[in-house]
C-alpha cells in the first residue's frame, strides 16, 4: 500500500471513529429526530452512509452484487440510488442501522486497504484509490455535519479537512458542469486557514483570481451544508473566484 493511500486511510478510519462516538449516544426516539437535510432523520443518515458504504466495496470488488455504475443504470436516477439505502434501513431500528453502518465502514477500509493503489474505482467517472478514499472520507463528514447539528453537538475542525478541500477543488469541473455554467478558464488559487491556524494552498502563486477563507466554512459551502452568504470569511478576488463559490459541489 502506498503511503498516501495509507495515510488517507487512517484519516478515513479516524473520520468514521468520530461519527462513531457521536452517534454511541443516540438512543430511543433520537433516532427519529429530524436532521437539516430534509426528509431524512439521524436512522436515514447512518442507513444513506452504510449503503454508500457497501456500494463502495462492491463497485471495488467488480462482480459483487451493486457496483455503484451498474447498479445506478437500473434506478430511473441519483435519488432513487439515495433513496434505496434509506428505505432499507427503515425497516430496521436505530441501533441495527448503527451496526450495519459499523460493519460496512470496516469492510471498505479493509477493500480499499488491498487495492493497488494505481487501481481506477469506477465510480461515475472513475476516481484514483487516493481519491476515492478522500470521497469516502468528505461523505462522513458532511452527513456527520447534519447529525451533530440535529443533536446540539459541536462539529470541531480537523487537519483531515485539507482532505475535503482538495476534492472540493478537484470536483470543480465536474460542479460548473453540474450548474450548467462554463468554467472560466483561468487558474484559481486557493489559501485556506485551517484549524491549526496554518494555511493551506492549492493552485498556482501569482494568478489573478484567488479565493481567501477559513477552511472549515470553504469545505461547508462545498458539501452545501452552509450557504455561500452565511461564509463571513470566504473572499473571492477575481470573476473566476466568483464563479468557483457559486457553483460549489463536492459530491457526486
Keep these: 500500500m502506498a503511503d498516501e ?5 487512517v484519516d478515513l478510519a479516524s473520520e468514521q471513529k468520530a461519527l462513531r462516538d457521536v452517534l454511541r449516544a443516540v438512543e430511543g426516539d433520537t433516532w427519529f429526530a429530524a436532521t437539516p437535510a430534509k426528509g431524512w432523520d439521524i436512522r436515514d443518515t447512518v442507513a444513506h452512509l452504510a449503503d454508500t458504504d457497501e456500494i463502495a466495496v462492491d463497485t471495488c470488488l467488480q462482480g459483487r452484487a451493486r457496483p455503484l455504475n451498474d447498479f445506478g443504470a437500473t434506478l430511473a436516477g441519483a435519488e432513487d440510488l ?8 427503515r425497516r430496521m431500528t436505530g441501533a441495527d442501522v448503527f451496526a450495519w453502518w459499523r460493519r460496512a465502514a470496516i469492510d471498505e477500509r479493509e477493500v480499499l486497504a488491498g487495492l493497488d493503489p494505481a487501481t481506477r474505482v469506477p465510480w461515475g467517472l472513475g476516481m484514483r484509490v487516493s481519491s476515492f478514499i478522500t470521497a469516502r472520507l468528505m461523505e462522513t463528514w458532511a452527513h456527520g455535519l447534519d447529525i451533530r447539528t440535529t443533536l446540539g453537538v459541536e462539529s470541531p475542525d480537523t487537519p483531515r479537512l485539507r482532505n475535503v478541500a482538495w476534492l472540493a477543488i478537484r470536483a470543480l469541473p465536474y460542479a460548473f458542469s453540474v450548474a450548467g455554467v462554463e468554467p472560466p478558464g483561468v487558474p484559481i488559487r486557493f489559501e485556506l486557514r485551517g484549524p491549526d491556524d496554518d494555511v493551506w494552498t492549492f493552485g498556482p502563486p501569482d494568478v489573478a483570481d484567488v479565493v481567501r477563507g477559513d477552511a472549515g466554512e470553504f469545505c461547508r459551502v462545498f458539501v452545501q451544508r452552509l450557504a455561500r452568504a452565511d461564509a463571513t470569511t470566504l473572499i473571492a478576488e477575481g470573476d473566476a473566484a466568483d464563479a468557483a463559490l457559486d457553483v460549489a459541489r463536492a459530491y457526486l
Design 5 to 9: 493511500t495509507a495515510a488517507l486511510l
Design 82 to 89: 439515495t433513496l434505496w439505502g434509506v428505505l432499507r434501513g
